[in-house]
């Protein structure tokens, strides 16, 4: 008999046998087809990497250290695997539903709680269903990416459903946050905030203010849903940003640490803890986040190679006078080697890792091993492409630095840095460059965002980028119209991992981090 649901398919996310062969039969029951089962979001991520399917029941609880079902949303919108016709079924205790409605972009379509009701199950997604049928056409144009096609059908469905204008403008305002028009996104939840006060308006609003330099009002959105108790992960990365951006250190690094106690699976959270950490002087606290930022991150979109770096970084800081042998040093080369198996055909985490290795030998006074590690990395460095070469110029020659190569390494830098005209990012950067010493800062702030654009995680542009903005700011007459600039310097600064830098690269980091906490102060001081 032809169901609602026949042919369907799910996937169900949970670690308890009977409660899963529960479920399994209800839906089983009312038509599905091919019902998964994954006992780890790891596994469920897997899976969902190969096969799609058009339910996700996810279990919040799967047991401690464990990541919880709503981090496989994360994950899977990390990956770009987040499809909008799929309905994500989150099972929770309905005391704790109210505390994890999530962003715009993350969060349940619906709740339902064990023991599993027949009748309730049923119900609850014949209302989603229908609710999924109406909003098959845009839903269908966000999986294919047709982002402007999709903003035209919202709104005409809205003109034909006038009960589904929350749930589209929904949508609208995630899809321009996405694609990076925060203002309009601004406005798209301001107007849904007229209507309702819930939490994830309030993220909505925060995130867009953030991005159009509006910092006193994405604070103050912000601290209304962390005050109200709201488990929501991008609230504590937000709030935790703008603390930085002040300059507010030691107040960042405390509501980080209250994220991780609440959900200590995040590798997010973890890894922007250990930076702000190891920024405040913490090697203790940064030690301990990067270590849980590698672990929790493994196979998943959030594994970053500079997890593993800002943790041996840190660790060489503890060095000072720790001798061979140490447990310090026995770390960091084994992290070192994991960051090599994990990231196996990479080539460029490969020398990076010898080069990081030699600066270890010598901290801790093993010579002979420190030059044989300089070597190797040379000679991985030399088999990188151009582009890898260049970017990674500056590293080598501090990283070899003291060591026989690096007379060498000095020898060709001069003729690579020639080189880098006969690539599209390095004409612009090397433009931008003499632009600045020109006093030309607009065209050289455009030079620098065409190269970054380009080489995106490139520490040398990106700081060169940050340093023309403030520049620009700073000879302005009129600062409160710069508000865009200081918003990109946050993304600029926030995405280059502070701990995994070389000692010359975070001196500058920090001293223009705290050039725009001046800047971005004596803003605060007035209205947004």
Known sequence: METLFSGKSALILDKKLEDLQSLRSILSGMGFGEVLAASSVNMALSMLRELPVDFCFLCYDLGRDEKNGLQLMLELQAEGLRRYSSCYVLVIEPEKSDLLLGSPENSPDIYISKPYDRVRVGQQLEKVMRLKRNLGTVEELLDKGEWEQALDECEALEENYPGMRVYLQRLRGAVLLRHNEPQMAYETFGLLMDGRDQPWIRIGLAIAAARSGWFNQSAEQLDKVIGDQQICIEAFVWRARLHRLRGALSDAQNLLRQAVVLQPTVALLQGDLGNVAAMNGDARLAVEAFRAAIRYSRYSAFQHPDYYFGLVRVLLERMLGSGRGSDAEEEAIRMLEQAQRDFLDVS????????????????????????????????????????????????????????????????????????????????????????????????????????????????????????TALEIIRRSAMPMLERDLLALCDETLYALNYAALTPKQKQRYKGLGERLSEVVGRLGRGAD
């Open 348 to 467: 460029v985490i490969h020398f990076r890792c010898r080069l990081l290795s030699g600066e270890v030998y010598r901290k801790v006074g093993d010579l002979q091993s420190g030059e044989l590690a300089a070597r190797d990395a040379l000679n991985l460095y030399q088999e990188l492409t151009l582009d890898e070469r260049l970017m990674w110029l500056d590293q080598l020659v501090e990283g070899v630095d003291g060591t026989s190569v690096a007379d060498e390494v000095s020898g060709f830098r001069q003729e690579l840095t020639k080189q880098m005209a006969g690539l599209k990012w390095g004409r612009a950067n090397l433009k931008g460059m003499t632009q600045f010493r020109h006093g030309e800062l607009d065209p050289a702030l455009d030079s620098f965002l065409e190269a970054y654009e380009q080489q995106q995680g490139n520490p040398g542009v990106g700081l060169n980028l940050v340093q």
